[in-house]
């Protein structure tokens, strides 16, 4: 090995050595794909998108309206840091054509307004995974079981964030319902009107028997 190898050598080894370790943002950015959009731009359905003013470990999605009303947006997913939500949260995000759904547990004892939370999704060998990744939040679930005690209810994914450092995944969906009210779960009978008695409407008085009285002269 000749002078100038040996030296390239050495110098190479000690700047490799030397090289600074990825930051967090670099590994996130390197691992996902996320399109860059500024706020108001345009978004395309289902595809992974930030802001630019974003943490590197958010995730935006925008998913097509299930119809309905929206109930309530940006709500954080309780919940996730117990397992199995946990893994499956994680798993989710990880995962391909994601998408949440939401049931109703009356028979759950401590509370009986509780709403799972159920996230579906493809993972990289392309099967489909389904788990609970949460909860709605208590105060949410029990609005919801007061206002709109039987409607159905759909949820979209509106940020996901990547579990980095030890710290739990996060989910933030928006709530959706079919049905404006709570009132509109039960119809009402129709109501029965009651008849005036005649002269009643145009406020002559009436006499003993209920017929309108003739006007005396003076």
């Given amino acids: 090995m000749g002078l100038w190898a ?5 110098f190479g080894r000690k700047k490799q050595e030397t090289a600074p370790a990825p930051t967090l943002k670099e590994r996130l950015l390197a691992t996902d794909d996320a399109l860059m959009i500024e706020p108001g731009g345009e978004r395309i359905y289902n595809r992974d998108f930030r802001y630019p003013h974003d943490s590197p470990h958010l995730i935006r999605l925008f998913q097509e309206s299930p ?21 499956n949260a994680a798993a989710l995000i990880r995962g391909m054509r994601r998408a949440v759904t939401l049931q109703r547990d009356p028979s759950n ?10 996230g579906s999704w493809y993972d990289a060998s392309g099967t489909q995974r389904s788990g609970q990744v949460g909860w709605v939040p208590k105060e949410v679930a029990r609005a919801l079981a007061k206002t709109h005690p039987n409607a159905q209810l759909d949820a979209t994914i509106w940020k996901m964030f990547k579990p980095v450092d030890g710290k739990s995944p996060g989910l933030r ?6 049905q404006a ?3 509109a779960d039960k119809p009402r009978g129709r109501r029965k ?7 009643a409407a145009q406020g002559r008085p009436l006499g003993v028997n209920g017929k309108r009285e003739k006007r005396r002269g003076g």
Wanted: proline share 8%; aromatic share 4%.
């Fill in 6 to 10: 040996i030296i390239k050598n050495v």
């Fill in 109 to 118: 004892p401590p509370d009986r307004a509780a709403i799972r939370v159920i």
């Fill in 181 to 183: 009210s709570g009132t």
């Fill in 67 to 87: 119809g309905g009303r929206t109930y309530k947006r940006d709500v954080t997913v309780a919940g996730i840091v117990d397992e199995p939500a946990r893994s």
């Fill in 193 to 199: 009107s009651r008849k005036k008695p005649n002269g």
């Fill in 173 to 178: 969906i928006d709530i959706w319902c079919h």
